[in-house]
């Protein structure tokens, strides 16, 4: 392999410090401060192996710090505004960018930028980070990464279930300002699929991403659990090949 993903420890717990960003109050509560510390040894590990890193991942509903949605960084107090919030993000895009740059250049090829926005009943997910900067959100923290992030790292939008018909399109139209903007390289798609699956379908809805926003497409996850039927290895194996012959097939067409 030639790349490594963190599946942890660059996430927003991961590497927002509650405690130095509260000693930084006096600046109006606008800068989070970062601790990478939890991400050192995979990185260093890649840089050692000679292998790239994904950024995963900036913006998420989940395994973010409530904290930093509000006034203060009070979870007692008031939701920020989204002129607050906006800052917050401006700060935190441009303090991840210039230190992965300046202690890792040329590591990261890619960052997820915004993950799992889409709902399942195909809405936006009306997260916190969807209640204080409003249902632009994705638009605007696409805007400002674009603003920060070094020419050589491409940004992306990755979800699960990205291949299913309603919840596809509706990423598409959530994304459509985003690629005309010029603010979005790429759509991951997380590969969580069964074996009674079509995967000439999974591949043509990579494709349709590519066609409609001018963007590449990259699989982020795969896994296939092994069916109960008879022959179940053999089943799950024919299906990954059958998978990835799809996927290649599609690329060089």
């Not at 991961?14 to 109006?28: Q, T, V």
């Not at 906006?86 to 960018?97: G, Q």
């Not at 997260?127 to 605007?140: F, M, R």
């Not at 043509?204 to 659990?225: Q, W």
Request: with cysteine; aromatic share 12%; hydrophobic share 40%.
């Amino acid at each position: 392999f030639s790349s490594v993903t963190c599946e942890n420890d660059m996430k927003p717990e991961a590497i927002l410090d509650k405690a130095a960003s509260m000693e930084n109050l006096e600046n109006g509560g606008t800068h989070m401060v970062l601790n990478m510390d939890k991400a050192k040894d995979e990185l260093d590990f890649a840089v050692s192996n000679g292998l790239k890193m994904r950024g995963h991942t900036l913006i998420w509903h989940s395994q973010t710090p409530n904290w930093i949605f509000y006034v203060d960084y009070d979870t007692n107090g008031e939701l920020a505004r989204r002129e607050l919030m906006l800052e917050r993000v401006d700060n935190y895009m441009n303090d991840v960018f210039t230190w992965a740059d300046t202690n890792y250049p040329g590591l990261f090829y890619a960052w997820d930028v915004v993950n799992e926005a889409m709902d399942d009943d195909n809405t936006m997910r009306e997260s916190l980070w969807y209640q204080t900067i409003g249902e632009d959100y994705v638009e605007q923290v696409f805007s400002i990464a674009r603003k920060y992030a070094p020419d050589y790292i491409k940004l992306f939008y990755n979800d699960y279930n990205a291949f299913k018909g309603l919840k596809q399109r509706a990423i598409i139209e959530m994304l459509k300002p985003v690629a005309e903007a010029g603010n979005i390289d790429g759509v991951g798609m997380q590969g969580h699929l069964y074996t009674g699956e079509d995967p000439a379908h999974f591949a043509k809805c990579a494709k349709k991403y590519a066609d409609e926003l001018n963007v590449v497409v990259h699989i982020t996850e795969i896994d296939v659990p092994e069916p109960t039927v008879d022959d179940s290895n053999g089943v799950q194996a024919r299906f990954y090949g059958g998978l990835f012959r799809e996927l290649k097939n599609m690329k060089e067409a």
